[in-house]
């Protein structure tokens, strides 16, 4: 699969305001700063679809994106460590948890893992909820271009066997560098296989 057009659609401050969900939908999350937006950049090969920021922080909405006009991509806010208050903080905490929670497109969550480091509790107290919520998720390891094959390669399969000690079941793992393109084709093949499977919500 190719994408051909790929569109800024809306930001949505909860759930309720999101678009219809009457096609798949794939979402991405990860710390703060984990490189959400040039890695939905580069899978769309636009680099300025999706804002970028060296500031953690940056994405406080649900910003939904139309892929060739057949199903959306969403950059979620970022978890973890950001410069906003409490409150603030709290506020995203529950937007995210009801977007994940009520949105019945939702065909997988993009979970980023940074891959220059060692496991962090955050990212796997992150899966822990997903799991909880019986939400389909899939990793996505970024940044591979900052380190060396060999450092990224281990972080990633020592996060993989941190996950085997408390998951039966290992969802697909993606290595990815936004400059070096690498993962794109993977993912996007990932992304027309899964499309594949998507049948409309039933209306309640």
Known sequence: ??????EYLISSPNVELCPKPDRPEYAFIGRSNVGKSSLINMITGQSKLAKTSNSPGKTQ???????NKSFYFVDLPGYGFAKVSQSQRAKWE????????QRTNLM????????????????LEFLRKLG???IPFNIIFTKADKVTQREASKNAKWFIEAMKK????IPRAFMTSAVKFLGRKDI???????NEAFTMPEKE
Do not use: C
């Open 61 to 67: 909405m649900i910003n939904h994106f139309m892929i």
């Open 166 to 169: 408390e998951w039966e079941y």
């Open 132 to 134: 909880a919520w019986g």
């Open 188 to 194: 996007l093949a990932f992304i027309e296989e899964t």
């Open 94 to 101: 529950k937007m995210i948890s009801n977007y994940l929670q």
């Open 108 to 123: 997988t969550v993009f979970v980023l893992i940074d891959s220059r480091h060692e496991p962090q509790n955050l990212d």
């Open 1 to 6: 699969m190719e994408i051909t057009k790929a």
